[in-house]
């Protein structure tokens, strides 16, 4: 059975750092394209990052450019969300979703597993 599992998340302060990880099991991550999407209260789910299958090449939302990081380490069977400078913007709910091939698009609707979320607040 193919699941995602999101860790990492938690409370931290403007300015401060998580890493989140989603671990994938029942199936080979490295020929799925992975994806961060994320979801405030009242708003719509949010594309933040992808990472292609195979080759490993990723996106970036434009709002978390040059603070947020996505990897991938195959022998673990996860992928990573550095998530640096975190703004009190930046709480939501975070879910990691993938889909079988090499579209790396910021668009809910292409990703056909979903894990459960894990939320991120950032407050003082």
């Known amino acids: 059975q193919l699941q995602l599992v999101e860790s990492g998340g938690g409370l931290v302060q403007p300015g401060g750092s998580l890493r989140l990880s989603c671990a994938a099991s029942?199936?080979?991550?490295?020929?799925?394209?992975i994806a961060w999407f994320r979801q405030a209260p009242g708003k719509e789910r949010e594309g933040v990052s992808c990472i292609r299958s195979i080759s490993g090449s990723t996106m970036l939302a434009d709002s978390v450019k040059g603070r947020f990081t996505i990897s991938r380490d195959n022998a673990k069977n996860t992928v990573y969300l550095q998530m640096n400078s975190l703004e009190p913007e930046d709480t939501a709910v975070y879910y990691c979703?993938?889909?079988?091939?090499?579209?790396?698009?910021?668009?809910?609707?292409?990703?056909?597993?979903w894990g459960q979320g894990t939320q991120v607040t950032v407050s003082s």
């Open positions: 979703a993938a889909s079988l091939g090499t579209i790396c698009m910021l668009f809910p609707s292409i990703y056909g597993y």
């Open positions: 029942g199936f080979t991550l490295d020929v799925y394209t």
